[in-house]
């Protein structure tokens, strides 16, 4: 039996993987702070993700920032699962020494202490991102695959939101796989890049076997539906059951590859298990791209609630137009296909949402913070 550390183990997919690690014999400890942005004010009484865990982990209160609860929460592990983060492209752009304090020097901390202290740790899984990628893969007629850059402000007031390559813009969209460029568009995506980069560089040199995911958009039962600055499946699911309207940006045709919470789990536990894993980075996803509008139109049918669906044309500094996953490193390495697509998977996060209270709808006051600091146009 091993000991286990899962860093943001009370999160969304840390909870998870830990009532799943629990069930196949390890023994878990979980280190985080319970941030109010994720389990509200009274985490203690109110947080289903920590009440879910709390009795079956050995729980310490506290962040990954503290050299102090570090040392003691790596006492006798001998995997540590690195979930703990900042999370959010928007919020990222204006609260940036938070994003760099939590997720790269927390980061940093841990292989300080691993680097420098007698420990039992033998492999690091960390939680990347597909934002690292920042745009995805595209196929140029002539010049085959290509990597945009960031689109241009100009063109998105004007309503043209589809990514060029040196002025062309009759690009395909293919999936993008693990050797594609890495160019975040923001300092969440950066901010992953680090992590990810100082993990498999430092793990080897100091006898540790790094694996690193690259998580899609993850989304299921238990995910905060409190929280107005990630995950779009709870921004909408607020929204409609407050029957109000929903406001999309762009033209609701951008796309995400949304991959299921049980998914993520089989995922990681296959890097935790699977020596074919170290040293490797992978990403997780179901390799299907699915527009915005498709998602708002899913769930008001969902829920059978009517609400408007306004395309407004606004957009956000640092958002990207489109991004999926290539699978095939994952399925041919460690054997992962996803089970859950969007379809059925929408049908268990809808019918899991309708049983919780109905949250208040806080996304105008994030989105007049964005604006208030020249993010959202």
Request: glycine residues 8%; contains cysteine; negative net charge.
């Amino acid at each position: 039996m091993k000991n286990i550390l899962i860093t943001g183990g009370a999160g969304f997919i840390g909870s998870n993987l830990a009532l799943a690690l629990i069930v196949k014999g390890y023994r878990l400890t979980v280190l985080d702070n319970l941030s109010p942005q994720i389990h509200g004010e009274n985490p203690e009484q109110t947080s289903p993700l920590y009440i879910s865990i709390k009795e079956k982990v050995t729980f310490i209160k506290g962040t990954v920032t503290s050299r102090s609860d570090w040392e003691k929460a790596i006492e006798n592990q001998d995997i540590i699962v690195h979930l703990a983060a900042e999370t959010g492209t928007g919020q990222s752009m204006y609260c940036i020494e938070k994003y760099v304090e939590v997720n790269i020097q927390g980061t940093a901390i841990m292989l300080d202490i691993l680097a420098n202290k007698k420990h039992q740790v033998k492999k690091i899984v960390i939680a990347s991102s597909r934002s690292i990628y920042g745009e995805g893969k595209y196929i140029h007629p002539e010049l085959g695959p290509v990597y945009p850059k960031h689109r241009v402000e100009g063109d998105m007031l004007a309503g043209d939101f589809e990514v060029k390559f040196n002025d062309f813009c009759n690009l395909e969209l293919v999936a993008t796989d693990e050797e594609s460029k890495i160019h975040p568009s923001s300092v969440y995506g950066i901010t992953k890049q680090n992590q990810e980069q100082m993990i498999m560089t430092v793990c080897p040199t100091i006898g540790i076997e790094p694996v690193a995911f690259r998580y899609q958009n993850v989304y299921g039962p238990g995910q905060s539906l409190s929280n107005p600055y990630t995950g779009i499946l709870s921004i909408f699911s607020t929204q409609i059951r407050n029957n109000n309207g929903i406001q999309i940006f762009e033209d609701g045709l951008e796309t995400r590859d949304f991959v299921f919470i049980d998914d993520v789990v089989a995922a990681t536990i296959l890097g935790i298990e699977k020596e074919e894993a170290n040293g490797h980075v992978f990403n997780v996803g179901t390799g299907v791209p699915i527009d915005v509008l498709e998602v708002a139109n899913s769930l008001i049918k969902a829920y059978a609630i009517t609400v408007s669906v306004t395309v407004t044309g606004r957009f956000r500094i640092g958002d990207i137009r489109h991004n999926y996953a290539d699978l095939t490193k994952i399925k041919e390495r460690l054997g992962f296909e996803p089970k859950v697509y969007f379809n059925e998977g929408i049908k268990k996060f809808s019918s899991w949402v309708l049983e919780q209270e109905i949250q208040e709808d806080k996304l105008s006051l994030s989105l007049e913070e964005m604006k208030s600091k020249g993010l959202l146009k």
